[in-house]
């Protein structure tokens, strides 16, 4: 038996199955008692306690207070530990790099900010990504070796085929051929590397608006315009990872723009992303149009419009619908998703009055007719979804009782 302890039916394999699913349900519904977990898992109360006994024993699981309410003594109550293993994400844009660390069970326990300004890097990107994380780590109370994995999330992709970062050339620092061979070298932890829009549909998938659902599109209005494609539950990243770069679209109501990559931008992005929404809102007549960067500037337009009831915001909310929806219809066209999320600070900020102007436009523009929503996660969900996708494969490596 000993030497087919691998093969999917022994008892090793079943063991590890049943170990792994009282696992997720107590990383889903909290601590639970014994009796509670053989009844989700159909186990048997003497099978249950051989299985917490021995997660107890591997260090997964912690014994925690007692139920309740109840006649008589309270039964013991169990939660996955938390300290089993610690999993890091980075959210990077040429400003500053967002760093943190959770534990097994999702709870941020520590975070750092470092700013990374003008065209020229201060210091070299592995610099910058060890001091990032090094920061997340120390107000964890942590040691980097104690990190399992990390997700760093940037603007565009780092090509499969070749190892460079592509659709991203704002992003100083990050083109050098052996970047990613000496960020590895630098760290004692697997690093992943992921499109930021992407990251942000992976934390909607796992925390927000598209949990449930297997087809969606979400689209992303912040310091760029892109878009994060799900199909059949997977992201779909394309042949160079620049799936979902839309920004490049040629859409009509602005010039074609050619050499998009040299200009790092196109037609959807000169039309809808959030430079665009400033020189709307002058040009329609309003004054006291915010300055300075111009995404926080989009959103204060954008929000003020949804909330201020005046002919003007009216005007500059319902024509930037029909730019959204512009783009929006050919991606729906060839897609044909489920779902579309609306995500990043410049289409959030219109809560559900822009929502419904493009659904309405989307309607117009489309035979495919997609629900829109708008995302759930808004305190920074690209750092959110780094950390959600480093912690899934964490945890498929620590909870693997089998080996």
């Known amino acids: 038996m000993a030497g087919n302890a691998g093969t999917p039916g022994t008892p090793r394999v079943l063991r590890a199955m049943n170990d792994r699913a009282a696992l997720d349900l107590l990383l889903e519904h909290g601590p639970l008692s014994r009796t509670r977990i053989g009844k989700l898992t159909g186990l048997s109360k003497p099978t249950a306690s051989q299985l917490l006994a021995r997660l107890e024993a591997a ?28 999993a890091a994400g980075l959210d990077v844009t040429p400003e500053r790099i967002l760093a943190a660390v959770a534990d097994i069970t999702g709870r941020t326990v520590g975070s750092y900010e470092l700013p990374t300004p003008g065209r020229r890097p201060a210091h070299p990107v592995v610099r910058q990504v060890t001091d990032a994380l090094d ?36 992003l100083p620092g990050w083109h050098t051929p052996a970047l990613l061979d000496d960020v590895a070298a630098a760290l004692p ?19 927000g608006a598209a949990r449930g659902h297997e087809d969606f599109v979400l689209l992303w ?23 979902g770069e839309v920004g490049f ?14 200009a790092n931008s196109g037609g959807y992005q000169e039309l809808a992303g959030s430079q665009a929404i400033p020189q709307l809102a002058r040009d329609i007549g309003m004054t006291n149009v915010p300055s300075g960067p111009y995404a926080e500037a989009a959103a204060t337009l954008v929000r003020r419009a949804a909330t201020e009831d005046t002919v003007l915001h009216r005007l500059l ?43 309405d436009e989307l309607e117009e523009l489309a035979a495919s007719r997609p629900r ?17 996708s480093a912690l899934a494969t964490t945890r498929d490596e620590v909870f693997d009782t089998s080996r």
């Open 372 to 388: 829109l929503v708008v995302g759930d996660v808004r305190e920074h969900p690209v750092l959110r979804g780094a950390l959600e």
């Open 135 to 170: 920061g997340a780590v120390k107000a964890a109370g942590l040691a980097r070796d104690d990190v399992h994995r990390l997700v760093i999330g940037t603007p565009g992709a780092f090509d499969p085929n070749t190892g460079r970062l592509r659709y991203a050339s704002h």
């Open 317 to 359: 909310l319902s024509t930037y619908a029909t730019r959204l929806a512009t783009g929006l219809a050919s991606l729906v066209s060839v897609l044909d998703p489920e779902l579309v999320v609306l995500s990043g600070a410049s289409l959030t900020s219109g809560g559900e009055v822009l929502r419904a102007l493009v659904q």
């Open 249 to 262: 679209l040629p859409v009509p109501g602005v010039p074609l723009v050619r050499k998009v990559t040299k």
């Open 221 to 243: 209005n912040e310091g760029g315009l892109g878009a994060a494609l799900v199909l059949g539950g997977r992201l779909h990243r394309g042949w160079t990872g620049g799936a």
């Open 59 to 86: 260090g997964l699981v912690l014994a925690t207070g007692t139920t309740e309410g109840r006649p008589g003594p309270g039964a013991q109550l169990y939660e996955v530990n938390p300290a089993a293993a610690y």
């Open 189 to 207: 932890m697997p690093v992943e590397y992921e499109n930021d829009v992407n990251l942000a549909a992976v934390a909607e998938q796992r925390l």
